[in-house]
């Protein structure tokens, strides 16, 4: 089984989502090991990118604030390097075609392979284009997680078909960013999920509470977060690697 299958194998799954490199790469490195440490599951990791559409403000400037730092696609491969000398925890890449293009694909997924990384999350990629990515992230054993969304409407029975690793379901319209309510109809979107693939799926997108986290998982296999991760280390800096752990235990003990 894959380590993305273990995430998922053993119950409700939290998925953690931090950027790279705010405000460096030691803080980094601390931070995920205090969310796996705690129960993450999986673990996103954000390259940042110069115009990251689907964020909203919380993850943009953690993006300008790395960026500024003089985080580079080489150096958080080296941070991933090292995390695998003692972490099996899965973990994911999530950037934008352009980081993936402008690198090469071919040395950028073979770097990923190489490094232990286990999928990619593109969300400005269309399901009609993703060919562009599949047959590199296949021929290096990356996989291309598919994002489903309220709008994806009739094409969501043939992303499901195509998906390997896990789906990303984005439970609202808009960026990332806490909400107070997520009002979509998810439960329609799990059944058609359900009925076309064995595939898992995660709800990301607006989650920053144990109990959304809990009625988000209750719907799918897992809960995702990110920009309340995010949030607390703009809030503590290098401080923040315990806050995470903090965190990230209160939300995976909500999915017990």
Known sequence: MSRIGKAFAGGKAFIAFITCGDPDLDTTAAAVRAAADNGADLIELGIPFSDPTAEGP??????????????????IFDLVRDLRRDLDVPMVFMTYANVVFSYGGDRFMAACRDIGIDGI???DLPFEEKD????VCRRYGIKLISLVAPTSDKRTAMIAKEAEGFIYIVSSLGVTGAR???STDIDSIVS??????????????????????KKMAGLSDGAIVGSAIVKIIAEHGAEAPPYVGEFVKRMKSALV
């Open 132 to 135: 562009e990515f599949l047959p």
């Open 180 to 182: 107070s309510e997520i």
């Open 121 to 123: 999350i593109l969300p």
């Open 192 to 213: 058609v999920i359900r009925r076309n693939t064995d595939v898992p799926c995660a709800i990301g997108f607006g989650i920053s509470t144990p109990e959304q986290a």
């Open 58 to 75: 919380v993850i943009q400037e953690a993006n300008f604030r790395a960026l500024r730092g003089g985080v580079t696609t080489d150096k």
